[in-house]
């Protein structure tokens, strides 16, 4: 439907699959009862029951204005606000008159009207004024059969009728009351859907920019120590041979920096590597870099992580290993990754460097990251209850990282 939302259009097919119905049925009903009585009232006229007859003709005459009006309060706006009020009247006066000439010598299809109306009045109106309303019709009905003299037929059989149209009124405003409380569920989940999918949304830009961070400050502060090594051997050496290599070196960084970015970008899309195999690309980067040597150790039964504490344990580990070639270089690096039941433990040592005793002093190597890495690590693996510690422990300077299975 062009120009209408989806919940306006279910609105909308709510309220046409309440109201179509009782309009066309009505008006259904009010055709044959005119052809009947038209047919029936030339009939009449013929045997001498001509007083019946316009008995007939006004009775349907009454009840066909108040149809009318009544179609004119339900549809234009104009009088829609008086509905409350002229309602009960109207079906009141159709019942009633339609009840009480039913029971002349042709009016029998006048009950009809009655019953039509006697719908209504059970699904729109408020049990006093319903049951008043039954009551005046079922009254129209007797006074009608005493004056006509109507068989014992009429007198049961039209009580009845409008009995089963009150019914089947308090049915349909059951079904009307499903329906708008089925409309209000669908609009409450439709909101809730909305909320979730907007938190989900900020959930999922959350994940790739800490994501992107982290890659980001891991490729950056690796490429800001190689560049101020390069400049340290330059300044304090004037090694210009091995100032050029750790250029080069610097360059590879941030080429194998790009490309560690389109991979976080990538895993952020599809399933990542097994931790132990991105643990051993990482030592052998790193050892290719800065020359240190890293051991990997692993222990316990390898099992698949979920990508966020995968990621978590990866970002972890580049993060210390920078940290080492910043503040331990050329130190041995220990890598431990533990697989234990109901956890899973990254362990990483490097030895601290002995500052005892005289030595000429090494060029001070200043993180790009200001500290903020393992503040990030530390956020990342609260997000899914894991832990980290670090600090130093017998002359070794040890970061720990735990997630649960």
């Not at 005892?356 to 002093?361: D, E, T, Y």
């Amino acid at each position: 439907m062009i120009g209408v939302s989806r919940r306006e259009s279910e609105s909308m097919d709510t309220d046409t699959v309440v109201q179509q119905p009782k309009w066309w049925s009505l008006l259904a009903v009010f055709r044959a009862v005119a052809v009947v009585l038209v047919g029936s009232s030339v009939f009449s006229s013929t045997q001498g029951s001509s007083a019946q007859a316009a008995m007939n003709i006004a009775a349907f005459s009454i009840a066909s204005a108040a149809i009318g009006v009544w179609i004119a309060v339900d549809h234009l706006p104009a009088v829609r606000k008086w509905r409350p009020l002229l309602l009960p009247w109207l079906l009141g006066v159709i019942t009633v008159v339609s009840a009480a000439g039913a029971n002349t010598h042709a009016g029998g299809a006048l009950i009809f009207l009655g019953l039509a109306a006697c719908i209504t009045v059970g699904s729109d109106l408020d049990p006093w004024s319903r049951w008043t309303i039954v009551v005046l019709g079922v009254a129209a009905v007797e006074i009608g059969a005493l004056v006509y003299g109507a068989s014992g037929q009429a007198w049961l059989g039209y009580p009845l009728i409008l009995l089963v149209g009150v019914l089947l009124g308090l049915n349909r405003g059951a079904y009307r009351i499903q329906a708008e409380q089925a409309r209000a569920l669908l609009a409450r989940s439709e909101e809730l859907r909305d909320e979730q999918s907007r938190a989900a949304t900020l959930d999922e830009r959350n994940r790739i920019a800490r994501e992107i961070h982290d890659v980001l400050a891991h490729s950056l502060g690796a490429l800001g120590v190689q560049i101020q090594a390069a400049k340290a051997v330059l300044t304090d050496q004037h090694d210009v041979a091995r100032t050029v290599e750790l250029l080069e070196q610097a360059q590879r960084m941030a080429a194998d920096g790009l490309h560690e970015t389109r991979r976080a970008v990538s895993a952020l899309r599809s399933d990542t590597p097994p931790l132990n195999q991105v643990l051993a690309e990482l030592t052998s980067a790193h050892q290719q870099r800065y020359q240190a040597r890293v051991e990997l150790r692993v222990s316990g039964n390898t099992r698949t992580l979920s990508p966020d504490a995968s990621l978590a344990l990866t970002r972890t580990a580049q993060e210390a290993l920078v940290n080492t070639a910043k503040h331990a270089p050329h130190q041995p690096v220990h890598i431990r990754l533990d697989y234990d039941e109901g956890q899973t433990t990254l362990t990483v040592t490097n030895t601290l460097v002995d500052r005892s005793g005289p030595r000429k002093p090494a060029p001070r190597l200043a993180t790009l990251d200001g500290g903020y890495g393992l503040s990030g690590m530390r956020e990342r693996l609260l997000l899914i209850h894991g832990s980290l510690s670090v600090g130093p422990r017998d002359g070794e300077w040890v970061v720990t990282a735990v997630v649960p299975q």
